[in-house]
């Protein structure tokens, strides 16, 4: 079955500066790749996709990267600011349609 | 647009006594919804799933089970809850590819 392996665990940045979190997955047949937001105490939230028909997708600060033939995808935050401060986990859709996540990242803004 | 919600939002249960946690969905038909657990600081473990009334798969052998009663209902029981079943509880569906999360239940077994 599907296996995601996400890295690193734990990003600090400085404000302003990019953060990178990547992920890696097992089954080529994968066609479905999010990415999910998790504050606080908070459930996880959408906050962009990217599917096996493009390689790259972006969003005003965020931009997500796909690269099928290696089997990796990454997660691109630019100009980084406090509240972007939370967990991030990617995913990848399995053939029966259920989503195996990373084991997230931990990202810190530094003000 | 669709909801989720998820009752009650917060929950503390002896070891040994029994667990129902409810989910329902709003806005949609016939939606794919799962059950995650979330312990402290650690990622998203896959519990249930189910595609339609009735229909449930279960992820990992454990003490919980699942139901679906009701097309947009969704509940997560167990007899006897155990130490390790502390957590936080997350209802979802899919809808056409993309995964909405409900609000959550945490859980704590004392």
């Known amino acids: 079955g599907e296996n995601v392996e996400q890295h690193p665990s734990t990003l600090s940045v400085q404000e302003g500066d990019s953060a990178v979190i990547k992920c890696t997955y097992s089954?080529?047949?994968?066609?479905?790749f999010p990415w999910y937001k998790q504050e606080l105490g908070k459930r996880p939230q959408l906050i962009i996709d990217?599917?096996?028909?493009?390689g790259e997708k972006k969003d005003q600060r965020i931009a997500v990267t796909l690269n099928k033939t290696a089997k990796h995808f990454s997660l691109h935050i630019t100009e980084t600011q406090p509240e972007d401060s939370a967990v991030y986990f990617c995913?990848?859709?399995?053939?029966?349609?259920?989503?195996?996540f990373g084991s997230g990242t931990r990202l810190l803004v530094r003000p | 647009s669709q909801t989720i919600h998820q009752w009650p939002a917060t929950l503390v249960q002896p070891v040994g006594s029994p667990l129902s946690l409810e989910c329902t969905v709003e806005?949609?038909?016939?939606?794919?919804l799962y059950w995650y657990r979330q312990a402290a600081g650690r990622g998203l473990q896959l519990l249930f799933y189910?595609?339609?009334?009735?229909?449930i798969s279960s992820e990992v052998p454990q003490n919980l089970s699942a139901s679906r009663p009701q097309d947009r209902q969704f509940i997560l029981s167990s007899k006897k809850l155990l130490l390790s079943d502390s957590g936080f509880y997350l209802c979802?569906?899919?809808?056409?590819?993309?995964?909405?999360f409900g609000p959550g239940t945490r859980l704590t077994v004392t």
């Open positions: 995913a990848a859709e399995d053939s029966s349609y259920k989503l195996i």
């Open positions: 089954d080529s047949a994968s066609n479905y």
């Open positions: 806005g949609t038909s016939n939606p794919n």
């Open positions: 979802a569906l899919n809808l056409v590819y993309e995964q909405y």
């Open positions: 189910s595609v339609g009334i009735g229909q």
């Open positions: 990217i599917r096996s028909n493009v």
